[in-house]
Structure formats: C-alpha cells, structure tokens
C-alpha cells in the first residue's frame, strides 16, 4: 500500500506541499524568535519564503514532469498546426497593420498594385477594395469591375500611389507613318503649336499643379511644354512620340487632336510649302 501511495504522483505533491509549508512555518517561527532587531527577522523570514516557494515549485515540477513535457510538445504541435492552418490570414494580418504604418494610401486614393490599378474604396486588417480603372487613365476610366486585393501581396509587389494623377496626367502616345518620302521632322513645329492652342484653356491650371506635385512629391516631371520626338521604327516607319501635361479627362481627346492634325500636315497641306515636304 506504501508503494502505491508513493506511486500516486497525486499524494506525492500533496506530501511535498505539506513538507514545504511545514518547513517554511518552523523556520519563521524560530526566527520571530531569536533576538535579532525587527529589519534582520523580516529579511530571513521573506528568504526563507522565496526558498520555500522555489522548493515547492520544483517539487511539483519534478513529479509532473512527464506529464508536462507531454502537455507543453501537445501545445507546440497544435500551435503550430494552428499557424499553417491560418498562414495566409497572419500574412494578411500582418500586411494590412505593415500597410497601416506605412500609410502608403487610405480610402479614395488611385494606386497601382502589380499589373493592377483602381480607386481604393475599402481597406481592412485582412484585404483592400479596389475599382478596376482603365490602365490608361483616360476617360472616365472606371471598368466597372471590383477587385479584392489581399493584403500579403504588399510584401510581394510593389505599390504606387498615383493619387496626383487623377487631375492632370503626363501622357504619352506615338504616331505611326510610313515613309514615302520627305523630312518628319518638318512637322515638328506644326505639332507643337498645334498642341499648344489644344492646352491653351488649361495652361495656367497645369502649370500650377505641376508645380505642386513636384513640391509634395520632391519629383522633378517634364514640365507642362509639349515633347516631340522623331524615331523610326524595325520597318524603317516613322514614328512620332508625343508627350504632354493635361487633365486626365481630356488626354484620349487631345490625343485624336493632334493624330488628325498631324495627318492633316502630309495630306491635306495646311502649310505652305506642303507640296515640297509631302509626298
């Protein structure tokens, strides 16, 4: 029957908690009374409760612990079958509070994430709401289409906030012409004044708010002037590239503006002239 109590991992922390607390009484009370001054007696007393606690722990911990070894690998395999289970959650946990802290956009902005780009329209902990725009810009922009971006791709791909690009754009396009004959460059100054009457209604607008996103941004654009420039491409073509500063509503029609016009040069001859640079 001894051998079985003794077993009893039960009645040996009972016997250890008795023999601990009976211990820890004995010493204090020998100890209150010895003549040593009140600050000496409380010293010894409060060591010989911290040696008493110890001793009490690592008797538990010495009968238990099978047991607990067993409890703490049980605690380990499910925690970290809990963090594979919910991997991508944390990822996206951690993305939307990484994403927070950065504040690389917030509600209302247009930001391009990867090959995606839209207005943002929601944001939370786990995923952002996006409203599909045209890649180009133009228009009204809008496709109609939602899209759900989980947030761990903020750690995959590379974001842009192209907030202080839903006025006014910098927008770039080229004309393609197959040469038949006579100098392109002969269209140069044509085009320019021609773009120049298109942007004279918001000149001034957009010279100033380029001058405010450099200010904010601390980019350097290419200013609001026209930029014409001639190259020709693997089929021996010429192709014009045409960039300029104005508001993103009005670049796609601009853009037939200036293709027309640039027509107009080589087969309409509006210029004098015309008949000796044409074809």
């Known amino acids: 029957m001894l051998e079985q109590l003794l077993n009893n991992k039960l009645v ?13 009484l004995s010493l204090s009370f020998i100890f209150a009374r010895t003549r040593w001054s009140r600050k000496d007696k409380r010293r010894h007393i409060n060591t010989v409760h911290n040696i008493s606690n110890l001793l009490l722990v690592l008797g538990v911990v010495a009968i238990w612990v099978s047991e607990l070894r067993d409890f703490a690998l049980s605690i380990a395999a499910f925690s970290v079958a809990i963090i594979i289970a919910l991997r991508d959650v944390v990822q996206c946990l951690v993305g939307g509070i990484y994403q927070a ?26 995923s952002t709401t996006l409203l599909e725009i045209d890649p180009h810009g133009l228009g009204s922009g809008y496709t109609g289409i939602t899209l759900y971006i989980p947030n761990n791709v903020f750690f995959t791909q590379p974001v842009k906030n192209l907030n202080f690009m839903r006025r006014y754009i910098e927008h770039t396009f080229s004309i393609v012409r197959e040469n038949k004959g006579g100098n392109p460059f002969a269209a140069k100054d044509f085009l320019i004044g021609r773009i120049g009457e298109h942007s004279e209604a918001f000149s001034e607008v957009a010279a100033r708010y380029c001058q405010m996103i450099e ?62 640079v044409g074809p």
């Open 12 to 24: 040996l922390t009972g016997i250890v908690i008795v023999a601990v607390v009976l211990l820890r």
């Open 215 to 276: 200010h904010r941004t601390g980019v350097e654009l290419v200013g609001t002037e026209p930029k014409v420039s001639f190259t020709t491409n693997e089929l021996g073509h010429d192709v014009v590239t045409i960039t300029l500063f104005c508001p993103r509503e009005e670049a796609h029609d601009i853009e037939q503006r200036v293709t027309e016009d640039f027509y107009n040069f080589w087969y309409s001859g509006p210029v004098e002239g015309m008949a000796e």
């Open 101 to 126: 802290s950065m504040r690389a956009f917030s509600v209302g902005d247009w930001i391009k994430v990867g090959d995606q780009f839209g207005e943002v329209i929601d944001s939370d902990w786990l």
